[in-house]
């Protein structure tokens, strides 16, 4: 496969650079254990990458949960207040986001999550690693950011935001969910998916490139500068 040259970097947040989605899973399945309801891998899979609202109705429908979407948003919150201050870094993504940082590679943050959700999981303690990117866009509380993952619009509207404004097939996107990875895809741009190993291989068929962690990814595959040895 022949991967093309790119000049412009969009992160996805969670579960790509926070390793918040294990906080997810323990914060819904409280949640839903309440109500003797299972939250399976399987409809994690279906609405990681959607925006908060988006992700609360497919909650409550899939799971007949006697609640509304918006009681389900009030419980998460409870939840991610107590868990996600505490948000550990995924393998290589300080790397690598520094390498782009220090090789002048412009990098976006285009993340589903809530500007306050962003809050509760950098501010503690990766404030200074989230400086690098100048370009954020927060999807659940961007009224420019119409639909959720997996239609395009974050990226879309992310990439605008570079004050060269490139083109989609210049802008190369890291991702771990499947809806993500449509995301991108549906923009024009190539993706780089660094998949939860539980996801089916069936699924992943759609990204650019498959890698297990960021620590394997190599830049110059994409025209960007390599790691130094
Ligand atoms: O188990 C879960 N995974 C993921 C999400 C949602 O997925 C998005 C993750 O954002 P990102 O695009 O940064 O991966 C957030 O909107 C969050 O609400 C969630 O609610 N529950
Ligand atoms: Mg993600």
């Given at each position: 496969?022949?991967?093309?040259?790119?000049?412009?970097?969009?992160?996805?947040?969670?579960?790509?650079?926070?390793?918040t989605e294990d906080l997810y899973t323990v914060a819904f399945q409280n949640i839903v254990s309440q109500y003797g309801k299972n939250y399976?891998?399987?409809?994690?899979?279906?609405?990681m990458g959607l925006q908060t609202h988006e992700t609360a109705d497919m909650v409550v429908s899939a799971?007949?949960?006697?609640?509304?979407?918006?009681?389900?948003?009030?419980?998460?919150?409870?939840?991610?207040?107590?868990?996600?201050?505490d948000t550990k870094l995924m393998p290589g993504a300080k790397r690598l986001i520094e390498h782009f940082h220090n090789n002048n590679i412009p990098i976006?943050?285009?993340t589903s999550s809530s500007k306050e959700s962003y809050d509760l999981k950098v501010n503690k303690h990766h404030t200074e690693l989230f400086s690098l990117f100048p370009n954020k866009t927060f999807g659940s509380s961007d009224p420019e950011v119409k639909n959720g993952k997996p239609q395009?619009?974050?990226?879309?509207?992310?990439?605008?935001?570079?004050?060269?404004?490139?083109?989609?097939?210049?802008?190369?996107?890291?991702?771990d969910a499947v809806n993500g990875v449509?995301?991108?895809?549906?923009?024009?741009?190539?993706?780089?998916m660094v998949p939860d190993p539980r996801v089916p291989k069936n699924l992943t068929a759609d990204a650019t490139l498959v890698i297990d962690t960021l620590v394997d990814f190599k830049p110059e595959l994409f025209g960007l500068p390599p790691f130094k040895p």
């Open positions: 496969m022949a991967f093309r040259p790119v000049t412009h970097v969009l992160f996805d947040m969670d579960g790509l650079i926070l390793n399976t891998f399987d409809l994690k899979l279906k609405l799971l007949n949960l006697p609640i509304t979407s918006e009681q389900f948003i009030e419980e998460s919150k409870k939840q991610f207040d107590v868990l996600f201050p976006g943050l285009a395009p619009d974050i990226f879309l509207v992310s990439a605008k935001r570079f004050p060269d404004n490139p083109k989609p097939e210049q802008c190369l996107v890291f991702e449509l995301a991108a895809k549906a923009a024009g741009m190539q993706v780089v």
